[in-house]
């Protein structure tokens, strides 16, 4: 750069102050180490953060319950990587599995590979055949981009944690997700039974684990009761929902830029005022 000198003595290169953003550019283009005086050491050397599906001795990260990725793309950028990233099981993920086979990033990265259709997945297949996959839920705000797809592999994962309740216990037929949930553990936690000649055909119903980690129960709406908030207690332990859940659920969403529903936000008021009424300490979340 104009102006820049070596300094032999503190073996540093000096350079004029009007170039700082180049000289930072420069630094991060080629994985340097930056410190500035204000110590925000990991904010400011993001750059050298890498990302991998593996864990530390190279096995494949893959969170419990899932067999396919069905990981939920957020609505904005991980605020401190600057970075797309996905919701899975409740957390951030940045490499997702999909792959586009179709486009020119496959062939360039795998130049060898001379049948690139045998590389080809379900999704693929539909982009070829130009079927749309995107799925508008109940809210127009609430758009799910390849919600359909990613409902299907949801359904398949769903086989791992919930076959035994995967089926309708008036007419035994298999259960279907009803739509995609939103940036909830899970893709599919609402199911319903599609046999039209069944008396609980597209009737609700709701699946998913218990809140405490320490419960491996299945809470099923059939036959679980509904606390004064109207979600679902776990038949084996009684867990229910509380101040840090909601907590935790508005700050998912916050995060990943989802859509906060109104009831939620009551809930919260709710629940925090129940337990004044009962003298218990609560932490301010508003």
Known sequence: ??????????????????????VYLFAKKNRFFIEFEDKRHYS???????????????????????KYCEGRKANKFDTRLKKEFWWCVNESCFQNEEVDHLGCDF??????VKKVWEHYTLLDILNILNINTDEYKNSPIDFVPKGHYYKFVGHINAFNRLLEKLYCEDCGELLYPTQTSHFALFRDVHFHCENIECRMHN?????????????ANIVDSRISKKCSLKLHICDLCGTCCSVEMFKRRLENLENVGGYIHNELIKNVKKKMATLREQNITVINVE
């Open 1 to 22: 750069m104009p102006g820049a000198k070596w300094n032999p003595a503190l073996k540093i290169w000096g350079v004029l102050s009007k170039y700082e953003s180049e």
């Open 44 to 66: 400011n050397n993001i750059h050298l953060v890498k990302y991998s599906r593996n864990d530390k001795r190279g096995n494949p990260n893959i969170p419990v319950g899932i």
């Open 107 to 112: 062939e360039n990265n795998c130049g060898s």
């Open 203 to 215: 009737h609700d119903i709701y699946l998913s684990h218990c809140l405490n980690g320490e419960c």
